[in-house]
């Protein structure tokens, strides 16, 4: 039985404020990369962020979560969200913003056929399935495009390596909704998610001599965006909504955040977006609604017609 709410205005209000946040996030790494690379900026906002989140349940009373039962699947969660992370944090470094927050942004697609697959409450039906293709079809169209050789001459390998974050994602919601993280405050979930990016991303960064950095406005202004923003705040509130409204309803509003992101790609970075590109992101953004709405549109109309059919 599907336990979760249907998504209200409240939600949806909250979708919109994360997805801005969200899009925005790629540009700020980028807009830093010169004084730091975004490995290691996401390695040290996630470790700051982890400390944050400590305090949280420590304030909350929340540390008895920290029980046996949730030591493995919140190893598997830090593992694969920081898995997204190393994967994003590279992509950055091969392609641009636009295409990295387009890419890694198709994870409720991934979800939503993981979640289909393991739970009978959020199995897809044969409409969903046509939102699935309609995204696959995007992927192809997009990676069909000329792509901005002059400043990402490996362009297509960063854009495999955001749909490689993509799944990582991806695979953390099926963990989430299949594991007694579950039912565990949003806040440990967060938790084991920041520890398992800070780990990896710290941990790989030496190994890829991507540990030089200097100190500059810009990257102060964009770590404590994203360190108090992004990392604490934003997160905090994504796992909480996932507790009470279904991941693939969520998704449909999640598409929002790849919108914000390559606007603010395109007017603070200059992002160069090809004709196939777009039509391509269309498609993957346009897959995403119908996968998200595919069940409730019909839902919906049909209480709608029992109100206005005559007793």
């Known amino acids: 039985m599907n336990d979760r709410k249907p998504i209200d205005a409240s939600a949806a209000l909250?979708?919109?404020?994360?997805?801005?946040?969200?899009?925005?996030?790629?540009?700020?790494?980028?807009?830093?990369?010169?004084?730091?690379?975004?490995?290691?900026?996401?390695?040290?906002?996630?470790?700051?962020?982890?400390?944050?989140?400590?305090?949280?349940?420590?304030?909350?009373?929340?540390?008895h979560a920290f029980r046996r039962h949730t030591i493995l699947p919140g190893l598997?969660?830090?593992?694969?969200?920081?898995?997204?992370?190393?994967?994003?944090?590279?992509?950055?470094?091969?392609?641009s913003a636009s295409h990295t927050t387009i890419y890694v942004y198709s994870a409720p697609i991934a979800a939503a056929i993981g979640l289909g697959l393991l739970r009978r409450d959020e199995r897809l039906r044969a409409g969903q399935w046509l939102g699935v293709a309609l995204s696959f079809v995007g992927v192809i169209v997009a990676f069909s495009g000329e792509t901005d050789a002059a400043r990402y001459p490996h362009m297509r390998l960063?854009?495999?390596?955001?749909?490689?974050?993509?799944l990582g994602w991806a695979c953390t919601t099926l963990v989430l909704r299949n594991s007694s993280l579950a039912n565990a405050p949003a806040s440990v979930t967060l938790f084991y998610q920041l520890a398992?990016?800070?780990?990896?991303?710290?941990g790989l960064a030496p190994i890829m001599h991507e540990t030089a950095f200097r100190v500059t406005p810009?990257?102060?202004?964009?770590?404590?965006?994203?360190?108090?923003?992004?990392?604490?705040?934003?997160?905090?509130?994504?796992?909480?909504?996932?507790?009470?409204?279904?991941?693939?309803?969520?998704?449909?509003?999640?598409?929002?955040?790849?919108?914000f992101g390559?606007?603010?790609?395109?007017?603070?970075?200059?992002?160069?977006?090809s004709g196939a590109f777009i039509i391509g992101a269309v498609l993957i953004l346009a897959g995403i609604v119908v996968v998200s709405t595919a069940d409730s549109i019909p839902a919906a109309a049909a209480r709608l017609f029992r109100r206005r059919s005559p007793a």
């Open 14 to 63: 909250i979708m919109l404020v994360l997805c801005a946040i969200w899009g925005f996030q790629q540009v700020a790494i980028k807009l830093a990369a010169g004084s730091m690379s975004p490995l290691l900026q996401m390695g040290l906002r996630s470790g700051l962020a982890a400390l944050a989140t400590l305090g949280v349940i420590a304030w909350r009373g929340e540390g």
């Open 76 to 95: 598997a969660i830090g593992v694969l969200f920081g898995t997204e992370f190393v994967l994003g944090g590279e992509a950055l470094r091969f392609t």
């Open 158 to 166: 960063g854009d495999a390596l955001a749909l490689g974050g993509a």
């Open 196 to 202: 398992g990016a800070f780990v990896l991303c710290t």
């Open 218 to 259: 810009i990257l102060l202004a964009s770590m404590g965006f994203q360190i108090v923003v992004v990392a604490f705040l934003s997160y905090l509130v994504w796992y909480a909504l996932l507790r009470r409204y279904s991941a693939a309803r969520l998704g449909v509003l999640s598409f929002m955040t790849p919108i």
């Open 262 to 273: 390559v606007i603010a790609g395109v007017t603070v970075l200059n992002d160069k977006l």
